[in-house]
């Protein structure tokens, strides 16, 4: 069994920045593949980006490529998501999930978090 708790979301301003993280409980947490999600109010929930278990593989939405970045530290169990250049249609909660096999930007991940709120401002 695997927890997934999302931290770091929060108000920030056109252009801003925030990191968001996915601390994640269980033993085998660095064997997973990692995906972070986003659904804003009334819209489908949209695949961001994913990782692979040693970092070394990573998959981005066009939307986000070149403005985000994803990476994980498995000694401390967490995932990081590195938001740059925020724009207001980043708006969302931003959901982190975990699962044994490559999942991608599907929905079929075993573990979900409660996700953290972002809000990008004008």
């Known amino acids: 069994q695997v927890q997934l708790v999302e931290s770091g979301g929060g108000l920030v301003q056109v252009g801003g920045s925030l990191r968001l993280s996915c601390a994640a409980s269980?033993?085998?947490?660095?064997?997973?593949?990692i995906g972070w999600f986003r659904q804003a109010p009334g819209k489908e929930r949209d695949f961001v980006a994913g990782i692979n278990w040693s970092g070394g593989s990573t998959d981005y939405a066009d939307s986000v490529s070149g403005r985000f970045t994803i990476s994980r530290d498995n000694a401390k169990n967490t995932v990081y998501l590195q938001m740059n250049s925020l724009k207001p249609e980043d708006t969302a909660v931003y959901y982190c999930?975990?699962?044994?096999?490559?999942?991608?930007?599907?929905?079929?991940?075993?573990?979900w978090g409660q996700g953290t709120q972002v809000t990008v401002s004008s």
């Open positions: 999930a975990a699962d044994r096999r490559y999942q991608g930007g599907t929905y079929d991940y075993n573990y």
């Open positions: 269980g033993p085998t947490f660095s064997t997973y593949y």
